[in-house]
């Protein structure tokens, strides 16, 4: 019996004896190599989804870690997969290995024990990740505690033509007078999608009374009371929108080729330097630039998480750690790669590592950091989730 026993644990792959342990990593690149990785990410964009190709070049390269671009139109889908595996009992063995997600995402797979963990702490890049300066512990209010790993930063910033639009609208009540001035001129991807959302959290903070509420569960505040201002002003908005908010955009790529066939003058972005990229590949013409409003914008950053089933955790901390890699890093920031911001404290890097980024043309588009002002904070999730409801209740249209 005992040497059957051995003999059929022998068999098993490792992932079915035990988890990897992140704290070592020796051990985790051992077992990690050969093992193909599912990460499942937003394939929406043709840019990042070249950028993951890159990663998966790099970490079959280096550790021999084969990885798999499961393209998602929307992460809940990846989420509600896991669910449903653990549902039916099925604890090893997954079919998602890695998840591109942050957010109410982020906190559903929390609060359900879902996720893996805790590992990104002993990630050996993790050294270098800016804690003090970035949002790179806390998801939407929600502490990562360690069970997922950040790999870009992204900050609202809105794109505008400045053959159209001569100069920065400051508020909300600007966008608004402008709009009015200039019916059809501007839109923002239809709801539920992620940057249509993130255009009415970013329009609620512009005209909420005390922003502090925005940190704490809807539940908790007069959810009524907090939020019509920002109805009002959609109402307002809404009929000077592009087609009279009768349809919108399905997603980011889609509002900037509206603006790169001078259908629209101003778009919402969640990244600084994404006008910059779109003009390096001639996405956007060369005289768009950026804005902030005025008291900041809402500001977050992009993670990576393990579900506590997957099939191969030790690949998927190994793609985890490359991300947070300088060179990968640098690879995100550039404009013509992806145009994303880094997480990386640069002053702890080495003099050739600090020299990757100190290369980087930021793009004619990009705000440099101390004009981007300060990075509001996500609203905790309910928030999300319930004005999402009520815009779809609202406005909802297909195009």
């Not at 077992?31 to 950028?51: L, P």
């Not at 947070?324 to 992806?338: G, H, I, K, T, W």
């Amino acid at each position: 019996m005992t040497r059957l026993l051995a003999a059929l644990l022998a068999a098993l792959p490792a992932s079915a004896l035990a988890a990897p342990d992140p704290a070592d990593w020796d051990a985790v690149l051992e077992e990690a190599r050969g093992q193909t990785v599912y990460w499942n990410a937003w394939g929406g964009s043709t840019t990042t989804n070249d950028f993951i190709a890159w990663v998966g070049q790099r970490v079959a390269e280096e550790h021999g870690v084969s990885l798999e671009h499961v393209k998602l139109s929307d992460t809940a889908d990846a989420v509600s997969r896991v669910l449903a595996e653990k549902t039916a009992g099925r604890d090893s063995g997954g079919a998602v290995d890695l998840i591109w997600i942050n957010g109410e995402n982020f906190a559903a797979m929390k609060e359900n024990d879902l996720l893996f963990g805790p590992f990104a702490e002993d990630l050996p890049n993790w050294r270098h990740v800016d804690v003090a300066g970035k949002p790179v512990t806390v998801d939407f209010t929600v502490p990562t505690d360690g069970y997922e790993s950040p790999w870009a930063t992204a900050q609202v910033v809105f794109m505008y033509d400045t053959a159209d639009i001569p100069g920065p609208l400051p508020s909300m009540q600007a966008i608004l007078d402008w709009a009015e001035a200039n019916p059809g001129r501007f839109t923002y991807p239809q709801p539920p999608d992620f940057l249509g959302s993130t255009f009415l959290k970013q329009a609620l903070y512009g005209v909420v009374e005390d922003p502090d509420v925005l940190l704490a569960p809807a539940a908790q505040a007069d959810y009524e009371a907090v939020t019509a201002p920002l109805w009002a002003f959609v109402d307002a908005l809404t009929p000077h929108l592009w087609r009279q908010g009768r349809a919108y955009p399905q997603s980011g790529p889609r509002q900037i080729q509206l603006m790169a066939d001078d259908e629209i003058d101003l778009a919402i972005s969640f990244s600084p330097g994404e006008a910059s990229a779109a003009i390096a590949n001639f996405q956007l013409p060369a005289t768009v630039r950026t804005f902030v409003p005025e008291g900041g914008s809402i500001g977050n950053a992009s993670f990576v998480a393990i579900p506590y089933n997957a099939s191969a955790k030790a690949g998927a901390m190994v793609v985890a750690n490359f991300l947070l890699s300088p060179e990968a890093q640098a690879r995100a920031l550039d404009p013509d790669v992806l145009g994303y911001g880094t997480v990386l404290d640069l002053d702890t890097l080495s003099p050739g590592d600090r020299a990757r980024f100190d290369a980087i043309e930021l793009g004619i588009a990009t705000l440099p950091p101390d004009a981007l002002g300060p990075a509001l904070p996500e609203p905790h999730p309910s928030w999300m989730e319930r004005i999402e409801q009520d815009w779809i209740a609202r406005y909802g249209v297909t195009e």
